[in-house]
T-cell receptor, first 114, second 113 residues
Framework: EAGVTQSPTHLIKTRGQQATLRCSPI?????VYWYQQALGLGLQFLLW???????NRGNFPPRFSGRQFPNYSSELNVNALELEDSALYLC?????????????FGPGTRLTVT | AQKITQTQPGMFVQEKEAVTLDCTYD???????LFWYKQPSSGEMIFLIY??????QNATEGRYSLNFQKARKSANLVISASQLGDSAMYFC??????????FGTGTRLQVFP
């Protein structure tokens, strides 16, 4: 069974530009989560989508947005990029049911803003 | 506020020895879940083990076990018989009432021969 996939692996942008990151969840998973991991730091929750709707968002400005498509894949958009947006962006998926509902992570997209 | 604290920035352990990675949490929710993830240098987060707040028994998964002490709000990860491939960052996380994961700052484990 294929795991969570993310594209691109690396993305280099300049300040002020927009970045689009993509995530495909594990087959059967309806929830997608986005996290930001700045260098040397833990993961910070960004966004959660389930069944096409935004369920929760972390403490990030509105220029971080996203959406979930009917096939449950998701896109994270970051507008007006700033230098401090440079980070590893991790996507995770889970199945919302009884039990652990553990989140399975993709390999991440490393965004560099120059 | 919900919070995860990992007080060990780095740990060293010799191959084949056991090691305990500390994690304490703070929440007022009666129902929560605790997770441990491993992050190798490649960056991918690998799910290791889960403990539910109502689980009576400590969770175990192969060489990983979770020492859950609810009254002390601790959820330490124990890795038995360490292997060189265990060298990585380890993150403790808690699923809060809104279903998002709150992560600690991580512990870098280095296993030496």
């Amino acid at each position: 069974e294929a795991g969570v996939t993310q594209s691109p692996t690396h993305l280099i942008k300049t300040r002020g530009q927009q970045a689009t990151l993509r995530c495909s969840p594990i087959s059967g998973h309806t929830s997608v989560y986005w996290y930001q991991q700045a260098l040397g730091l833990g993961l910070q929750f960004l966004l959660w989508y389930d069944e096409g709707e935004e369920r929760n968002r972390g403490n990030f400005p509105p220029r971080f947005s996203g959406r979930q498509f009917p096939n449950y894949s998701s896109e994270l958009n970051v507008n007006a990029l700033e230098l401090e947006d440079s980070a590893l962006y991790l996507c995770a998926s889970s199945f919302m049911g009884q039990g652990a509902n553990e989140q399975y992570f993709g390999p991440g997209t490393r965004l560099t803003v120059t | 506020a919900q919070k995860i604290t990992q007080t060990q920035p780095g740990m060293f352990v010799q191959e084949k020895e056991a090691v305990t990675l500390d994690c304490t949490y703070d929440t007022s929710d009666p129902s929560y879940g605790l997770f441990w993830y491993k992050q190798p240098s490649s960056g991918e987060m690998i799910f290791l083990i889960y403990q539910g707040s109502y689980d009576q028994q400590n969770a175990t998964e192969g060489r990983y076990s979770l020492n859950f002490q609810k009254a002390r709000k601790s959820a330490n990860l124990v890795i038995s018989a360490s292997q060189l491939g265990d060298s990585a960052m380890y993150f403790c996380a808690m699923r809060d009432s809104t279903d998002k994961l709150i992560f600690g700052t991580g512990t870098r484990l280095q296993v030496f021969p």
